[in-house]
Structures are given as C-alpha cells and as structure tokens.
C-alpha cells in the first residue's frame, strides 16, 4: 500500500521544470518508492537504475553511451553516491538535450556532500529532502507508537514491536557494517559506542572532548564521527541562536539522533511504557518535533536559545523573515518555567508555541498557544 508523502506534488513540479531532480534523505525512508510512484504517473518513458544492483552497475560500464542511448526517457538513478563520477557526465547530457526531465537521482548522502560532487550541474539541480514520515503523512497511528517506533516506514508500519525493534536493530548493524563503507576512515565498532552515547545524550550539547576521552580517540576524530553521522541523516546538530549579543549564551550545538525509533533502539527500549519512564522521553519528543519541522519548513533555519543564567527555548525558527519560539513538553499538562518565559522575553518572537503529546489546542496567553504536533504543523503551513 502506498501512501502518500507530502513532498510528492513538489517533487513532481521540480521534474516538469529542472532537467535535474535530486531527492535526498537517509536509507529505507522511502525514496525508491515515492520515485517509482512518481515515475509511475509520468507522461514520459521512464528508466529505473538501482546502484546496489550489480546489473544496472553493469548497464553503467560505457555509462555515456548507454545514458546517451535513453536520451528521450526520464532516467532515475537510485544511490547516486555510489557512483559520483556520473555527475559530470550528467551535466553534458542535460546541457545536449536541453530540457527539463532529463534526470531524477536519489542520494542517501547530504546535499552539501552531494553538492561538492555535483558543483557541475549548478542551475541545472534542485534538491527535495524526504525524511521518514511525518506526522501528518499517517493516519490510524498513536502518537506513542510513532514515538516508540520512528518515522521509517518499514518500523512504524511492521506488525507488531517485536518486528518493528528487530527492523530498526538490523538497519543500524546494516547502516555500520555496509552502508558506512563507501566512507573511508572510521571504525564501526567505535562509531555505534558513539551512535549510543548520542542516544544518551539526544537533545542535549555536544562535547567533543567528554565523548573522544570515554571513546578513547581525539577530539577531531568525534567531530569527523558526527559530521559524517550527520551527512548520512543520522543525526542533526542545532546551532545556538546568538542574535542578542547583551546575554552569555551557551555556544556548543544541540546534537539530535534523527529518528526516535533509532534512539529507542540505540538505548535497547523495546516499547513506549519503558520509553516514558526513561531519562531520555522529553528529548525523544524534542527529536520527534524537530523532524517534523524540519520536514515541513525545510528551508527554515532553526536554532536553540540558552544562556547561562538558565534562559531557555527548545527550538528558535527562522520562517519568513519571522522568529517564532518553539518549546517541547512531552507531559500532557504543559506549563512554562521561568527560565522559558525570559527566553521569551530575549528573544522577542512573533509567536510562541508549546507542543505537547496531547490532541488539545489553546491559548495559553495572548501570544503563547499550547498545541499539539498536528496543530504547530497547521499552524506553520
């Protein structure tokens, strides 16, 4: 059954006007089938090539002629990293034909990693980042079960929890122990200690030091861990919000596992009793809110505020050249604390919101709503 992603009419539009489309995101969050989806309802010919299948990296051999010879089809290459020397050769084909359509490619790499291979093809390219599935992407699920199981449709749609952990713990030994081979320079043993001390320390501040004294290596070699963690979409860091220059604010980023079904998974909590009597369920609801904003403002910038003197906002957006603060409370009763309401003050944002698991929307006060993960989603769209 497929369902439908809210990106998809805007991927759709890309392909009609860019002879390039790049849809990007992390393994197994749907990409292959939201593009065959699309390709599917296309008006044009289409060809499919799935760069972990030795058959079309055969095809691929005498990659201009046989790219050459399917010059009037819509051509979809899946896993584009694998092979990033196809970027050039793209760019000379687009050039030649001369039309919209030519390309979609799909990268589980970062735009800014794929970008560096595909410097050649600026103007020619547009980028569509798909995440595991929103909120408001699926029906006939609890919150809890998003919370405990994640995004990815293979663990949020499996039959039961058991399947479901046992899915997100293969995605992570497969995520190590292959995917992450196409990157050189790292040790898997090292780099899932890591994965898990992020887990234990999702939504909190990084410290490079702290974390390459207990994992026994340098400094540099954690931030190198985390940026490629980061430019595979298994994790995002959060840059302090600094405007207001009068305050001592706390510099380092905010480091977030993606997904809270790989958290949970990392941290071994099979279902969402255990998760809501651990330490880390207010951050997992920080994670499941961000992912979720960044899904539907994707061009927004997002920031956190703290200071020393305990001033605090979960998350600072940046949307239309407006601020607005938004501050997570995974307890039905939302209420904030001193330390919220003088962020408030400081940073001065149009709007503050307070998301809460609850399916209650209202007004706290005149520019404070209480509202739950759909009401900010309605809210901001």
């Known amino acids: 059954m497929y369902l439908q992603r809210g990106i998809e009419k805007d991927i759709a539009s890309a392909i009609k006007n860019f002879p390039v489309t790049a849809i990007i995101g992390p393994r197994q969050c749907g990409k292959s089938t939201l593009a065959k989806h699309i390709l599917?309802?296309?008006?044009?010919?289409?060809?499919?090539?799935?760069?972990?299948?030795?058959s079309d990296l055969e095809k691929l051999t005498e990659a201009e002629w046989f790219l050459s010879s399917q010059k009037h089809k819509l051509i979809c290459i899946d896993e584009i990293q694998r092979k990033p020397e196809l970027f050039p050769l793209i760019r000379s084909l687009v050039d030649e034909w001369n039309r919209p359509g030519c390309f979609v490619v799909l990268g589980s790499a970062s735009r800014d990693f794929l970008m560096q291979s595909s410097?050649?093809?600026?103007?020619?390219?547009?980028?569509?980042q798909l995440k595991p599935f929103l909120w408001s992407e699926i029906s006939d699920v609890?919150?809890?079960?998003?919370?405990?199981?994640?995004?990815?449709?293979?663990?949020?749609?499996?039959?039961?929890?058991?399947?479901?952990?046992?899915?997100r713990n293969?995605?992570?030994s497969t995520f190590l122990e292959r995917d992450l081979l196409q990157w050189v320079n790292f040790t898997p043993a090292t780099m899932r200690r890591l994965w898990q001390m992020l887990a234990h320390l999702n939504g909190q501040t990084v410290n490079y030091s702290g974390l390459g004294n207990s994992l026994g290596v340098s400094n540099q070699?954690?931030?190198?861990?985390?940026?490629?963690?980061?430019?595979?979409?298994?994790?995002?860091?959060?840059?302090?919000?600094?405007?207001?220059?009068?305050?001592?604010?706390?510099?380092?980023?905010?480091?977030?596992?993606?997904?809270?079904?790989?958290?949970?998974?990392?941290?071994?909590?099979?279902?969402?009793?255990?998760?809501?009597?651990?330490?880390a369920y207010g951050f997992v609801w920080e994670s499941v809110v961000l992912a979720n904003l960044r899904g539907i403002l994707p061009d927004s910038e997002i920031y956190y505020y703290r200071t020393a003197g305990g001033a605090e906002i979960d998350f600072v957006v940046r949307h239309h050249h407006q601020t607005l603060a938004i501050e997570c409370k995974a307890s039905y009763s939302a209420s904030l604390s001193?330390?919220?309401?003088?962020?408030?003050?400081?940073?001065?944002?149009?709007?503050?919101?307070?998301?809460?698991p609850a399916n209650d929307n209202w007004a706290m006060s005149k520019a404070i709503d209480v509202?739950?993960?759909?009401?900010?989603?309605?809210?901001?769209?």
């Open 119 to 128: 410097e050649s093809l600026a103007g020619r390219i547009t980028y569509k």
């Open 40 to 54: 599917g309802n296309a008006l044009a010919e289409t060809i499919y090539l799935d760069l972990e299948r030795p």
């Open 371 to 381: 509202v739950s993960l759909k009401g900010l989603m309605e809210h901001l769209l």
């Open 170 to 172: 293969s995605f992570i």
């Open 221 to 279: 070699t954690v931030k190198n861990y985390i940026d490629l963690l980061k430019s595979t979409y298994m994790v995002e860091a959060i840059e302090p919000y600094t405007s207001n220059l009068g305050k001592r604010l706390v510099k380092a980023p905010k480091v977030y596992v993606a997904d809270s079904g790989i958290v949970a998974a990392l941290l071994g909590i099979r279902s969402f009793e255990d998760l809501l009597g651990h330490p």
């Open 142 to 167: 609890s919150i809890e079960r998003y919370l405990e199981r994640g995004g990815f449709p293979r663990s949020l749609l499996a039959i039961d929890n058991n399947v479901s952990f046992e899915w």
């Open 338 to 356: 001193k330390g919220n309401h003088i962020a408030i003050g400081d940073i001065k944002p149009r709007h503050t919101f307070v998301v809460t």
